[in-house]
């Protein structure tokens, strides 16, 4: 078969990942939709693979479940990226859990290769299946070509130390403990941002109400690429205090990165695999009470280690990106995948 195709899904959107990850798979093979390949058999007969993100609870109803044992027969190669230990909106939910498992058992056993962005996540892939052989490491991409402008000289006006929490604002990302850990911290001459667009109104409204009468900016509105680095380069320290029941990765970790800041973040896969690094901050937590005083202690921490040491901390996590996560080390790891299975 002369192969030529990637079929990728989710294809459009403006994800920042979904935009770098096309990239580095067109450099194999030329990168197509999933619609595509549905009704061609031309294109069928020369697709090498159809790489499937964030499917897990929802998309895969019976007849997808259908298209995709089809195109394992006709010699396609499922590549299921398992970016989460579940869906973030199962959360709390046992019956959507539920059924997120069931879907991502059946990924796990279709799939010729399970994609994991982190080392420390392959535990929780090894839950879904026996094949070890189908699990394979990939660096997750920087976004170096969303924010070409990183190198310029950053305003130094602002006296002020500066957290930041960029990204959608969302339940599992544990935005209303960050204003708790924030307000009751009290420091001086200290500020939070939170920019970013709310998963719903009520939400954004629930943010908005706690943020009244406050060192908190807020901007929940969706922000363009250039907004996005902007709004980072305005904090000395970025804070993701995610929930590790579903997390397991973290794009706005490296998208911090990419901007020369540091970040504060609980102890998911990823950071998991920064832990010999000194230029971020990473806690760990069992319930509730845990996530505040380690949150706590960890942003008291930054803080108190001042403006200059959090930007030499931030020049550090940029050049350790740009050196394991550009274009070229994913293209590499890729196109060993493919030949490999």
């Not at 900016?217 to 922000?223: N, Q």
């Not at 998991?272 to 901050?281: G, K, V």
Request: net charge positive.
């Amino acid at each position: 078969m002369n192969d030529k195709y990637i079929v990728y899904y989710p294809y459009d959107g403006t994800n920042a990942y979904i935009k770098n990850m096309k990239r580095c798979w067109g450099r194999i093979y030329k990168v197509i939709p999933l619609s595509c390949v549905e009704n061609n058999i031309y294109v069928l007969r020369h697709t090498k693979a159809i790489v499937l993100n964030w499917v897990e609870g929802g998309f895969l109803d019976s007849g997808k479940k259908r298209q995709l044992f089809l195109y394992k027969r006709l010699g396609i190669k499922i590549i299921w990226v398992f970016h989460n230990r579940i869906p973030h909106a199962c959360i709390d939910d046992a019956d959507n859990e539920a059924k997120a498992r069931k879907d991502m058992r059946f990924l796990a056993g279709i799939s010729s290769a399970i994609l994991l962005h982190s080392r420390h996540s392959r535990i929780y892939a090894e839950e879904y299946t026996k094949t070890l052989s189908k699990i394979f490491y990939v660096p997750h991409v920087d976004y170096t070509k969303q924010y070409r402008w990183t190198d310029e000289r950053v305003n130094d006006e602002n006296q002020e130390f500066t957290y930041v929490f960029q990204g959608v604002i969302a339940p599992y990302k544990n935005i209303e403990l960050l204003i708790r850990v924030f307000k009751d911290l009290d420091m001086e001459q200290c500020r939070l941002h939170i920019a970013g667009k709310p998963c719903n109104r009520e939400y954004g409204e629930r943010i908005e109400k706690l943020c009244r009468d406050s060192r908190i900016r807020i901007r929940l509105e969706y922000l363009l690429e250039y907004d996005v680095g902007e709004e980072l380069r305005r904090g000395d320290v970025v804070v993701l205090p995610y929930d590790l029941r579903s997390s397991m990765n973290s794009g706005a970790m490296l998208n911090a990165f990419t901007n020369k800041r540091t970040v504060i973040v609980s102890n998911n896969a990823m950071a998991q695999d920064y832990e010999n690094e000194d230029f971020l901050y990473i806690y760990g937590y069992k319930d509730e009470e845990e996530h505040y005083q380690h949150l706590k202690a960890a942003m008291r921490q930054a803080y108190l280690n001042g403006k200059s040491d959090n930007r030499k901390k931030g020049e550090r996590a940029y050049q350790y990106t740009r050196m394991h996560n550009d274009d070229n080390a994913v293209v590499q790891r890729l196109s060993e995948i493919l030949k490999s299975i």
